[in-house]
């Protein structure tokens, strides 16, 4: 189906992009990070990398559909990043409410669009 094909291509770049920015702009993602988690640094390293390396696997059949639970597993581990950024009002960033509120809505569409590519 080439539809899920062009799909999958486009979600692999989505999750590279995203994990490289991790590295060009680390700041941003220190800030979202909760209190609770100490190491920032390498929590933000993790997950970029992370990001990448499922970006990666998901362009390789015979594993794509493991990296697109790997995906899943990622998309709930950061939600708590993504709750703190709207309990924060932004994090001293500007953005509106409404977007904050929209990401957290739209990680079950990111989680949805990799479990289309679970089987």
């Keep these: 189906m080439i539809i899920k094909q062009i ?8 999750y590279m ?10 700041k941003f993602y220190y800030k979202i990070i909760p209190p609770v988690f100490k190491n920032k640094r390498l929590i933000n390293i993790a997950s970029g990398w992370a990001e990448i390396i499922l ?9 794509s559909h493991l990296a697109a639970w790997g995906v899943i597993a990622l998309l709930i581990a950061v939600y708590p990043a993504n709750i703190y950024h709207l309990q924060q009002k932004g994090a001293g960033m500007k953005v509106s409410m409404w977007a904050l509120w929209l990401r957290l809505a739209f990680q079950f569409v990111f989680i949805a669009w990799a479990y289309w590519h679970t089987y």
Excluded at 7 to 14: D, H, K, N
């Design 7 to 14: 799909s999958l291509i486009v979600m692999a770049i989505f």
């Design 17 to 26: 992009v995203a994990g490289l920015n991790h590295f060009r702009m680390p």
């Design 55 to 63: 970006g990666l696997a998901l362009l390789i059949p015979a594993i």
